[in-house]
């Protein structure tokens, strides 16, 4: 495989030419395809042995541009260079909050991450650095967000922010014992919930780390985790009143070990999952599920029990509404979406194909994509026709192939119709 290529520039609007450099330092060979990888993606390319095999011969591109986020108070956006993250647009402007993320905390009331990209900045394989919007070159825009790469070296983006004072966010803890008989309720509510509430309902088993509660290090327990959204100071009653509606039930079955769920300034909620600030070596499976069934929830949740994560995350509410000028990407009509993680290893691969063993009937034959972290496993995002148009402008775009190699593949699930 050709060296990877971390590629900085000092500031992404400086010097045009430092842009072009960018989208092509890594491209001096040009029969070979390109890989590109986001400085800030932690789902993406988690199993660096498995990259190294697919990427055989072929250049990865990583870019890091150390320019700052840009904020507009009077447009509510931010311009975020590539390699930025969620936290840094957070530090620049605490009062206001970044909707980022494929399927973030805030997606069932705002929607999919890529609906609130007003413009991205990519580099074409001719070295044309076009500024994509709804006015200016709408068709990339559109296959960009979401239409599976391939297209171009994305080196900026301009999103949509929101005004946010409080969140409402934290999890509640119970013994795993009694996790196959909240799963069926905890899904009844999800199937009417607020769309201000977003959470995961989650098995866990995480190591003896001093950084976590008793109640979390080296257990294996249930968690139920997530946040509802409180815009102004005058919001905050009505969302902990959606968690105390949402844990009556839970909490009149079985009593839990902890509850941490509080009003909470909006920088606060990346810690709320626990994730690691940094990717680490790991493998994970994940897929769009319809509803599951009481039987079903018994065999998923005793699945995978070495596993770190094991979680069917709620969707609905706007992740399920097509938006106004929404990209190739721009929804999920699906009802959970499963996501399983553990380090990596033969024993999680092992607990992974028991997991998916157990999804499986209830699997959609679609997946979310910022999700598929393997390039063996499932990764059909699209209908035929979204397909079929992204193909053509990407065709249009890269009429040679260079960046070939960054094009998702589109697999189905075993069984799954096409």
């Known amino acids: 495989m050709g060296a990877p290529l971390e590629t900085r520039v000092a500031d992404l609007d400086a010097d045009r030419a430092d842009v072009i450099t960018v989208g092509t330092a890594a491209l001096a060979n040009p029969d070979l395809p390109a890989r590109l990888r986001a400085g800030g993606d932690h789902h993406r390319y988690a199993d660096y042995p498995a990259l190294e095999v697919a990427l055989t011969g072929s250049p990865l591109l990583r870019l890091l541009i150390d320019g700052p986020v840009r904020i507009d108070p009077d447009t509510r956006t931010a311009r975020v260079p590539a390699g930025g993250t969620w936290g840094d647009v957070l530090h620049r402007r605490r009062h206001r909050v970044l909707l980022g993320g494929g399927l973030s905390f805030y997606g069932r009331r705002f929607g999919l991450a890529a609906n609130s990209v007003r413009s991205l900045t990519v580099v074409l394989a001719d070295g044309e650095v076009v500024e994509t919007s709804a006015t200016n070159r709408p068709d990339l825009l559109w296959a960009l967000r979401g239409g599976g790469g391939g297209i171009g070296v994305v080196v900026a983006a301009e999103i949509d922010l929101v005004p946010m004072h409080s969140v409402v966010t934290g999890m509640a803890v119970w013994d795993p014992a009694d996790a196959a008989r909240l799963a069926p309720v905890w899904q009844e509510w999800a199937r009417t919930a607020p769309p201000q509430i977003s959470t995961?309902?989650?098995?866990?088993?995480?190591?003896?780390?001093?950084?976590?509660?008793?109640?979390?290090?080296?257990?294996?327990?249930?968690?139920?985790?997530?946040?509802?959204?409180?815009?102004?100071?005058?919001?905050?009653?009505?969302?902990?009143?959606?968690?105390?509606?949402?844990?009556?039930?839970?909490?009149?079955?079985?009593?839990?070990?902890?509850?941490?769920?509080?009003?909470?300034?909006?920088?606060?909620?990346?810690?709320?999952?626990?994730?690691?600030?940094?990717?680490?070596?790991?493998?994970?499976?994940?897929?769009?599920?319809?509803?599951?069934?009481?039987?079903?929830?018994?065999?998923?949740?005793?699945?995978?029990?070495?596993?770190?994560?094991?979680?069917?995350?709620?969707?609905?509410?706007?992740?399920?509404?097509?938006?106004?000028?929404?990209?190739?990407?721009?929804?999920?009509?699906?009802?959970?979406?499963?996501?399983?993680?553990?380090?990596?290893?033969?024993?999680?691969?092992?607990?992974?194909?028991?997991?998916?063993?157990a999804v499986e009937p209830f699997l959609t034959g679609f997946t979310a994509p910022n999700f598929v972290e393997h390039f063996d496993q499932p990764q059909r995002t699209l209908d035929d026709h979204t397909r079929i148009r992204v193909e053509r402008i990407r065709h249009g775009a890269d009429p040679t192939g260079l960046f070939a190699g960054d094009i998702d593949a589109i697999r189905l699930p075993h069984g799954s119709p096409a």
């Open 200 to 357: 995961s309902f989650r098995m866990l088993s995480l190591p003896p780390l001093p950084s976590l509660p008793p109640y979390l290090a080296g257990r294996r327990v249930l968690a139920l985790d997530g946040a509802v959204v409180a815009p102004s100071a005058a919001d905050v009653p009505a969302a902990q009143h959606i968690v105390d509606t949402m844990l009556s039930p839970l909490t009149a079955l079985a009593r839990p070990v902890a509850n941490t769920w509080v009003p909470a300034p909006p920088q606060a909620l990346p810690l709320t999952h626990l994730d690691p600030p940094q990717p680490v070596p790991f493998q994970s499976d994940s897929a769009l599920l319809h509803e599951i069934d009481e039987p079903g929830w018994a065999r998923i949740l005793n699945a995978g029990s070495g596993l770190l994560a094991l979680e069917p995350r709620q969707l609905g509410g706007a992740f399920a509404a097509p938006p106004t000028g929404g990209g190739a990407l721009d929804r999920f009509t699906a009802p959970l979406l499963y996501y399983a993680v553990g380090l990596a290893g033969d024993a999680t691969v092992r607990d992974l194909k028991a997991v998916r063993s």
